[in-house]
């Protein structure tokens, strides 16, 4: 029997990866794994979240929500939920996604972040459509996000939706700035006149996408919670861009020795 311990990417979906930009990995983690982190996360969101989120915020709302609405979204955003839960920090280390990961982007592997998004029932944030890259800048190609779902993600429950092969595009400009979180320009890049295709998934499944792809979602309009965590890891020799070359940057590596740089070398003082 195949676990998700010895899931491997098929050479079709290594392909995918690179021509399309994403893909979907079914059943990555398997029901307990989904039921003890699904429960876990419940924990971490009663004992800390407080907050009456709309999600992001910005302008770009008038374009995407209808008149009167657009304040009237909820959301639960939660970063590192491994600083609460020990099955979050083994998720890091999960075979599957840590083979899964090496096959994209080599084997020589950081981890950057963990975010929960998740989208209440019927009034569930959507998001603008962007690119990951401008929230967190590197100085190469090799970063690779990781949509993790603890809950079915059908169509209703505004599921990712993608730009197939638009990470071929590289970085592009986003409005930004202190009122918004970035997103592309609501005149070249809107759902009504740009193309894309939803990705609904099940609960255990993993999207692995590029942090250079376009894509957005739109609001949860079903009567179910959609959580997803992006775990985001990147090839170990990339830095933030602006990072000074000689100071160390340092997260967990998942996989992999890092070599050193620029940066000077580790003294005891
Ligand atoms: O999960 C979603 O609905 C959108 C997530 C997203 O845009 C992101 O993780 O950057």
């Not at 003890?36 to 979240?49: F, Q, S, Y």
């Not at 915020?57 to 909820?74: I, N, S, V």
């Not at 981890?111 to 989208?119: D, F």
């Not at 809107?190 to 609960?203: G, M, N, Q, R």
């Amino acid at each position: 029997m195949t676990t998700s311990r010895d899931f491997q990417l098929s050479p079709t979906q290594i392909d995918q990866y690179h021509s399309d930009g994403y893909f979907k990995a079914e059943g990555l983690f398997d029901s307990d794994e989904v039921k003890e982190l699904g429960d876990e996360m419940n924990g971490i969101i009663d004992e800390w979240w407080g907050e009456d989120s709309i999600g992001w915020r910005g302008p770009w709302r008038d374009h995407y929500l209808p008149e009167g609405q657009q304040q009237e979204t909820r959301a639960v955003f939660l970063s590192n939920p491994q600083y609460y839960s020990a099955a979050w920090g083994r998720v890091l280390f999960h075979q599957g996604l840590n083979d899964s990961v090496r096959a994209l982007i080599g084997s020589a592997v950081q981890w950057h972040h963990s975010v929960l998004h998740a989208k209440p029932p019927e009034r569930g944030t959507p998001f603008p459509m962007h690119q990951d890259y401008p929230f967190y800048p590197h100085d190469g190609p090799h970063f690779v996000d990781c949509l993790v779902h603890l809950d079915d993600a059908p169509l209703a429950s505004g599921c990712l939706r993608v730009l197939p092969g638009s990470h071929k595009q590289g970085p592009l400009e986003h409005i930004e700035g202190e009122h918004t979180r970035p997103y592309l320009p609501p005149d070249l890049y809107h759902p009504s006149i740009t193309e894309s295709l939803p990705v609904p998934a099940k609960a255990g499944d993993v999207i692995f996408f590029s942090y250079y792809l376009i894509h957005w979602s739109e609001q949860n309009q079903s009567d179910s919670w959609r959580r997803s965590v992006r775990i985001g890891f990147h090839a170990a020799d990339m830095r933030p861009v602006g990072h000074n070359p000689t100071t160390p940057y340092h997260k967990f590596m998942i996989d992999g020795v890092k070599k050193r740089g620029e940066e000077a070398k580790l003294t005891y003082k």
